[in-house]
């Protein structure tokens, strides 16, 4: 679903998730991490993955500040009790 139809039905989907969820549906927030707004959706939608934007993924051995961000969402994942997918895996140098 497209983000923007997201925000215009936020009030159905506080519904729905629920529901699909008791029917094995699992959810998660994509991109997480890219913006403030993804802390936003975990607290209103009972999510089971963050998938961290490739962005800090890809470049966690070269910068510091993304390295923190990752290991903040997954620390925020673990204490939530959502796993997390990482979105960009680098190769290893030759």
Same mark, same amino acid.
């Not at 999510?47 to 490739?54: A, M, P």
């Given at each position: 679903?497209?983000?923007?139809?997201? #925000?215009?039905?936020?009030? @159905?989907? @506080?519904?729905?998730?629920?529901?699909?969820?008791?029917?094995?549906?699992? %959810?998660?927030? /994509? /991109?997480?991490?890219?913006?403030?707004?993804? %802390?936003?959706?975990? @607290?209103?939608?009972? #999510?089971?993955?963050? @998938?961290?934007?490739?962005?800090?993924?890809?470049?966690?051995?070269? /910068?510091?500040? /993304?390295?923190?961000?990752?290991?903040?969402?997954?620390?925020?994942? #673990?204490?939530?009790?959502?796993?997390?997918?990482?979105? %960009? #895996?680098?190769?290893?140098?030759?």
């Amino acid at each position: 679903m497209p983000e923007q139809n997201i #925000v215009r039905n936020i009030d @159905k989907l @506080k519904l729905i998730i629920p529901a699909l969820s008791e029917l094995e549906f699992r %959810f998660a927030v /994509d /991109d997480f991490g890219a913006g403030f707004g993804s %802390f936003n959706y975990i @607290k209103q939608f009972p #999510v089971h993955f963050l @998938k961290i934007d490739s962005s800090l993924i890809e470049r966690i051995n070269e /910068d510091n500040i /993304d390295r923190i961000s990752v290991r903040s969402i997954v620390e925020i994942a #673990v204490d939530l009790n959502m796993q997390t997918i990482a979105k %960009f #895996v680098p190769t290893r140098p030759a």
